[in-house]
């Protein structure tokens, strides 16, 4: 049950004799992939065992520049052909180090995540997580912004576009899509199909199954191409090939792919549905035949965990300030601190597609694919084995019409907090469910918060906002 096709030392240095320069990559703390390339000669079986080393005090989050010195170790079995540059060139993700105590760096993300997986074993409650997120996200043709002391601005545009229906620059051909009205149109009111096919091609390329891609909900290019299952850290190494090849295909075709959960007023945003299951050798420890959604009393406890702690998770999973324009309450966002088997509005949803034991498993609605994955997976692996381990009780499941709850329903109904700075408040304050096993530590989620609140939401807080001055300029 793997997703990416892995390589072995001896097939990653074969590898490099086949290309010309090696790429190395590794996530920083925010979850953006960095890299720097050497030619592919130096590509040897020393560098796999000693590393390289770089500067960690110009990467957002990690170190202070009087401790800046930091090693990458490649991680050989991450290899693949690089289907984007033109020079032949081999792409390897990197575990990074610290030089003088030669021990793995307490805020390399990937690092986190094999923690996580480690736990798990620990645990005894499983063996394996896998893990099948559903990234969502926008093509546009034409992306501005900017703004200073005296302006803010965007601008985004798409043929697509329903604003675009009355456009009598060029050649309208009136193919635009309405407003929520984006959800699986054919060719050519779908005019991304190439594309997408395409973004297919170049995944299959270096190893990443993928399964569908479609065309999403939202008017102006919003896209879904749905990838295989896979273990934990390996699917966080799979979103970062995924994002890269999609920014890169989309490029090469005129178009600028974003990951930013609502780019568009008024139509549906992007989301990071995470489908998770626990394996203990060959039996699916969420699966019971009797049980509600045929789910097991662990998997009930599993999304108890993923409840309770849903406000401190959404500052990982959700975390951006523009995550809270997608998750706001009766806009059909999953918003609601339930579980249901159908209802998409609850935070937890147990797909029943399928009758097959293999795929019972949990899917958990609100992240956001501005999210660093690796972080993301092993915050909901953690709070999920925090319910299973405290009995956490979910209460009874919601499979009714949220929205069309009596009032005095709706207001028992709990949901999630509405900015990113509720939920760095509530991952202050809850965070000791991470701390197990030093999965996390208390740096990394110190430094975290601190960035996220200081650099990202008092920055766009203290700012005047553009729709401000249609309300009260005239006051």
Same mark, same amino acid.
């Given at each position: ?27 920083? @703390? !925010? ?10 000669? @130096? ?37 693949? /052909? ?37 736990? @798990? ?39 697509? $576009? ?23 149109? *054919? +060719? ?10 395409r973004i297919v091609l170049a995944l299959m390329s270096c190893g990443v199954p993928v399964e569908i891609h479609h065309h999403e909900v939202a008017t102006a290019g919003q896209t879904e191409i749905?990838?295989? #299952? ?7 190494? *799979? ?7 999609? /920014?890169?295909?989309?490029?090469? &075709? ?13 139509? &549906? $945003? ?7 299951? !626990?394996?203990?050798?060959?039996? &699916? ?6 049980? #509600? ?34 998750? *706001? ?39 956001? +694919?501005?999210?660093?994955?690796? !972080? ?26 949220? #929205? ?11 949901? *999630? +907090? ?16 991470? @701390? ?15 960035? /996220? ?23």
């Amino acid at each position: 049950m793997t997703t990416m096709i892995t390589a072995t030392v001896e097939s990653a240095l074969a590898m490099a004799k086949e290309v010309q320069m090696v790429d190395l990559r590794f996530t920083d @703390l !925010l979850g953006m992939w960095h890299h720097f390339t050497m030619p592919a000669s @130096l590509f040897t079986s020393e560098l796999l065992e000693e590393g390289i080393g770089f500067d960690g005090s110009s990467i957002r989050g990690f170190q202070e520049i009087h401790e800046s010195d930091m090693i990458l170790i490649p991680d050989a079995t991450t290899a693949f /052909k690089d289907p984007i540059l033109e020079v032949p060139t081999m792409d390897v993700i990197c575990d990074i180090y610290d030089p003088i105590t030669r021990q793995p760096y307490s805020r390399d993300v990937r690092y986190v995540a094999k923690k996580a997986e480690q736990y @798990l074993k620990e645990t005894g409650i499983a063996d394996e997580s896998f893990w099948g997120p559903e990234l969502e996200f926008f093509m546009f043709s034409d992306v501005r912004y900017g703004g200073g002391a005296n302006s803010q601005f965007y601008y985004v545009d798409s043929a697509e $576009g329903w604003w675009n229906s009355g456009n009598g620059d060029g050649h309208n051909m009136g193919n635009q899509i309405a407003a929520k009205r984006g959800y699986f149109p *054919v +060719p050519p009111t779908d005019t991304l199909q190439d594309v997408r096919s395409r973004i297919v091609l170049a995944l299959m390329s270096c190893g990443v199954p993928v399964e569908i891609h479609h065309h999403e909900v939202a008017t102006a290019g919003q896209t879904e191409i749905d990838l295989r #299952y896979g273990p934990l850290r390996r699917m966080g190494d *799979v979103v970062q090939t995924y994002k890269y090849i999609c /920014k890169n295909i989309a490029m090469q &075709n005129g178009l600028s792919a974003t990951f930013m959960p609502k780019p568009l007023f008024e139509d &549906n $945003g992007s989301g990071m549905h995470v489908h998770t299951s !626990l394996w203990k050798g060959d039996t &699916n420890v969420f699966y019971d035949e009797a049980g #509600y959604a045929q789910l097991s009393d662990n998997a009930r406890y599993y999304i108890g965990g993923l409840l309770k702690h849903a406000p401190a998770l959404l500052a990982i999973a959700a975390p951006t300030t523009n995550s809270y324009r997608r998750l *706001v309450p009766g806009f059909e966002a999953p918003v609601n601190l339930a579980y249901s088997q159908r209802n998409r509005s609850a935070c937890c949803r147990i797909p029943v597609y399928s009758k097959s034991i293999k795929a019972k498993r949990i899917e958990f609605r609100p992240p956001d +694919p501005s999210a660093n994955p690796y !972080l993301t997976f092993a915050a909901l692996l953690m709070a999920g084995l925090d319910g299973i381990q405290n009995r956490i009780d979910p209460g009874e499941p919601l499979d009714k019409d949220l #929205y069309d709850l009596p009032p005095e329903e709706a207001a028992e109904v709990k949901q *999630v +907090p509405g900015s990113l700075g509720e939920v760095l408040d509530a991952l202050a304050e809850d965070n000791e469910f991470l @701390l197990k096993g030093d999965v996390f530590t208390e740096d990394l989620i110190e430094g975290y918060i601190q960035y /996220k609140r200081h650099m990202e939401y008092d920055q766009v807080r203290i700012r005047p906002h553009p729709h401000e001055f249609a309300l009260y300029y005239g006051i």
